[in-house]
T-cell receptor
Framework: GAVVSQHPSWVICKSGTSVKIECRSLDFQATTMFWYRQFPKQSLMLMATSNEGSKATYEQGVEKDKFLINHASLTLSTLTVTSAHPEDSSFYIC????????????FGPGTRLTVT | EDQVTQSPEALRLQEGESSSLNCSYTVSGLRGLFWYRQDPGKGPEFLFTLYSAGEEKEKERLKATLTKKESFLHITAPKPEDSATYLCAVQARGAGSYQLTFGKGTKLSVIP
């Protein structure tokens, strides 16, 4: 149980284009979903927290106009990187908390974004 | 501000050589401390949640313990497949959105 998927698993895009990453909870409904980014040999840094039907809450230093988050249902959240630049290249990971249960977050497999 | 410090940064063990990983934390009221395993290029895999000092949890060769200031992940007779980065994270009581603060991890390598 508590399986989270992400799509795509990797993506290469050109500078200036936008990329959408999907995060789905496959066997549970998610109260809250979280988006992280991870640079090589570094730990996870929380970018934003999203609740279904509400606007996302962004961490300090994260540009909300650049990283658009939509949490349209209890099983789907999307992260859109707009006007991507090479410095946005990173490993993006989502996690989800099970509706009505516990405090754990279950993570997706991650999406490797490379901007050329 | 919540802080998590993990040590050592990297650990090399011979197969069968038991050891412990440390996670020191500072948090304004602990709701939970979490251990995750992360393989290269993958998302973290949930291992344990610990809620209060004195609590212990076990899974196969792993045992996690918790005090008021730190947590240990004990690895007994490790195998090469235990090689991974182990992440510790804390969640503060009153964190309405249940956010996690992660340490930088300990990269464990188990040599056959």
């Amino acid at each position: 149980g508590a399986v989270v998927s992400q799509h795509p698993s990797w993506v290469i895009c050109k500078s200036g284009t936008s990329v959408k990453i999907e995060c789905r909870s496959l066997d549970f409904q998610a109260t809250t979903m979280f988006w992280y980014r991870q640079f090589p040999k570094q730990s996870l840094m929380l970018m934003a927290t999203s609740n279904e039907g509400s606007k996302a809450t962004y961490e300090q230093g994260v540009e909300k106009d650049k990283f658009l988050i939509n949490h349209a249902s209890l099983t789907l959240s999307t992260l859109t990187v707009t006007s991507a630049h090479p410095e946005d290249s990173s490993f993006y990971i989502c996690s989800a908390r099970v509706l009505g249960e516990g405090v754990e977050q279950y993570f997706g497999p991650g999406t490797r974004l490379t901007v050329t | 501000e919540d802080q998590v410090t993990q040590s050592p940064e990297a650990l090399r063990l011979q197969e069968g050589e038991s050891s412990s990983l440390n996670c020191s934390y500072t948090v304004s009221g602990l709701r939970g401390l979490f251990w995750y395993r992360q393989d290269p290029g993958k998302g973290p895999e949930f291992l344990f949640t610990l809620y209060s000092a004195g609590e212990e949890k076990e899974k196969e060769r792993l045992k996690a313990t918790l005090t008021k200031k730190e947590s240990f992940l004990h690895i007994t007779a490790p195998k090469p497949e235990d090689s991974a980065t182990y992440l510790c994270a804390v969640q503060a009581r009153g964190a309405g959105s249940y956010q996690l603060t992660f340490g930088k991890g300990t990269k464990l390598s188990v040599i056959p």
